[in-house]
């Protein structure tokens, strides 16, 4: 779950496109998910989340999909917009920590007019 | 309703000085976890403090300590800085009835010369 280094993976799509940004997770033992959306000089914002013990959560415009057996994650946005163009992050608390987060690299979404 | 602010915005500062970075969390939130993020990485956890006390700390050397007020706003101090201390700090907050949803401030910017 630690970052390794400057060659984030990037995705790019069309306006309007649905997005998937995937995430491996590193803790079997990881009880609680977090996606979160950072901009260009800003800290990251929360997106969504979703316990160990769902495989499904929706919101506005995004689904998270949480695979256990293969520990994976990924994040759908629908109708994708420019405004969505920005660096997404997946962390992992694991089930023993009090509130650790554990980030992982990070998914560069450029989203084209 | 007060997100989670910080200050500075930016800091520059030589190495072996000493440098202290604030965070007021958000508005019903007792709990703060400090992050540190190198330009191209995520955030890497680096302690939470809670009741004025840390409770978890993560990979960092005993240079960076905090400290915690009984209004809930912490401190980061950061002791004879070394040039790979440049980096994003970012502070989150949360309420121990929900530890595990963090809401992050838009972070100090500190470089070291």
């Known amino acids: 779950g630690e970052s390794v280094g400057l060659h984030l993976p990037t995705l790019s799509v069309q306006e309007g496109d649905n997005s998937i940004i995937n995430c491996a997770y590193s803790?079997?033992?990881?009880?609680?998910f977090i996606w979160y959306k950072q901009e260009s000089g800003k800290g990251p914002q929360f997106i969504i989340d979703?316990?160990?013990?769902?495989d499904k959560r929706q919101g506005q415009r995004v689904t998270v999909l949480l695979n256990k057996t293969v520990k994976h994650l990924s994040l759908q946005i629908a109708a994708t917009q420019p405004g969505d163009s920005a660096v997404y992050f997946c962390?992992?608390?694991?089930?023993?920590?009090?509130?650790?987060?554990?980030f992982g690299q990070g998914t560069i979404l450029t989203v084209h007019p | 309703d007060a997100g989670v602010t910080q200050s500075p915005t930016h800091l520059i500062k030589t190495r072996g000085q000493q440098v202290t970075l604030r965070c007021s969390p958000k508005?019903?939130?007792?709990?703060v976890s400090w992050y540190q993020q190198a330009l191209g990485q995520g955030p890497q956890f680096i302690f939470q403090?809670?009741?004025?006390?840390?409770?978890q700390r993560g990979n960092f050397p005993d240079r960076f300590s905090g400290h915690q007020f009984p209004n809930y706003s912490s401190e980061l101090n950061v002791n004879a800085l070394l040039l790979g201390d440049s980096a994003l700090y970012l502070c989150?907050?949360?309420?121990?009835?929900?530890?595990?949803?963090?809401?992050f401030g838009p972070g100090t910017r500190l470089t070291v010369l």
């Open positions: 989150a907050s949360s309420s121990v009835k929900s530890t595990d949803t963090q809401y």
């Open positions: 803790n079997s033992a990881s009880d609680y």
């Open positions: 979703i316990r160990s013990n769902m």
């Open positions: 962390a992992e608390k694991w089930g023993t920590s009090y509130g650790k987060l554990t």
């Open positions: 508005s019903g939130h007792d709990t």
């Open positions: 403090y809670y009741e004025e006390e840390e409770r």
